[in-house]
């Protein structure tokens, strides 16, 4: 599961990944980089929500294997963003700052992201999100991976912190290869629903839409399923 509170838009913005060669620029600002490779990259968008970042974060670690890292791409000021990451100095996180206009958009910074990422699997996160814990590590453990090209999960909503009374939606899916068959509404998924993508169909696909100001993860979601690349729903 990964647990949903509202929504982030992406703005409208060139894009920033060469699509041609796959080449990740790292022409951006990186602090505490982790040079060592990983298996799995949590790329996380950030936009003045300081104290959100750090508890999606923490969570972004408590899903993770070994060997994974975690990506920050700040679109707001850097320093509460530096300061609100100091907890976390000596584990595999970077903090990049995308070098737009403040409030640049999620897709914007979600390419960035996987321009400077190391791992094989890319996990998209909202900073006012959360996995449960060993999300990550368990579809990297499963042969899921190697059985789809992306995949998504179903959402708890929790407000105010009240688990109690949180809500899980029900997509009426069982768990594995999502079937063509099936309506595209149905097969249709936010990036907040615990999105990932492996490297090389996202290198297949080409960058998140930045034009797009609403819906980039249906247009996204659009061109996945017209290459006939191969969904997951955990």
């Known amino acids: 599961f990964a647990v949903r509170a509202d929504s982030y838009n992406a703005n409208a913005h060139r894009p920033c990944f060469d699509t041609t060669k796959g080449a990740r620029r790292r022409s951006v600002t990186q602090w505490n980089a982790n040079t060592m490779g990983t298996s799995c990259s949590v790329i996380i968008p950030t936009f003045n929500r300081p104290t959100q970042l750090v508890r999606a974060v923490a969570s972004a670690f408590a899903a993770l294997p070994a060997g994974g890292e975690v990506i920050v791409v700040n679109d707001g000021p850097e320093d509460p963003v530096r300061d609100a990451l100091a907890a976390f100095a000596g584990q595999a996180l970077r903090m990049v700052h995308n070098p737009r206009p403040l409030g640049g958009g999620g897709s914007p910074s979600r390419n960035i992201g996987v321009q400077v990422s190391d791992g094989d699997v890319f996990f998209f996160l909202d900073d006012d999100d959360v996995f449960l814990p060993e999300y990550c590590a368990s579809i990297l453990a499963s042969e899921t991976v190697g059985a789809a090209d992306f995949g998504y999960c179903a959402r708890r909503r929790v407000v105010d912190?009240?688990?109690?009374?949180?809500?899980?939606?029900?997509?009426?899916?069982?768990?594995?290869?999502?079937?063509?068959?099936?309506?595209?509404?149905?097969?249709?998924?936010?990036?907040?629903?615990?999105?990932?993508?492996?490297?090389?169909?996202?290198?297949?696909?080409?960058?998140?839409?930045?034009?797009?100001?609403?819906?980039?993860?249906?247009?996204?979601?659009?061109?996945?399923?017209?290459?006939?690349?191969?969904?997951?729903?955990?």
């Not at 629903?193 to 297949?204: L, V």
């Open 161 to 234: 912190g009240d688990t109690a009374g949180a809500t899980t939606e029900d997509r009426r899916m069982a768990s594995g290869l999502v079937p063509q068959s099936l309506p595209f509404g149905r097969r249709s998924f936010p990036f907040s629903a615990g999105f990932w993508i492996t490297r090389a169909a996202f290198e297949r696909a080409g960058p998140l839409a930045e034009t797009l100001a609403t819906n980039s993860d249906t247009e996204y979601c659009c061109r996945l399923y017209g290459l006939g690349l191969r969904a997951w729903y955990t």
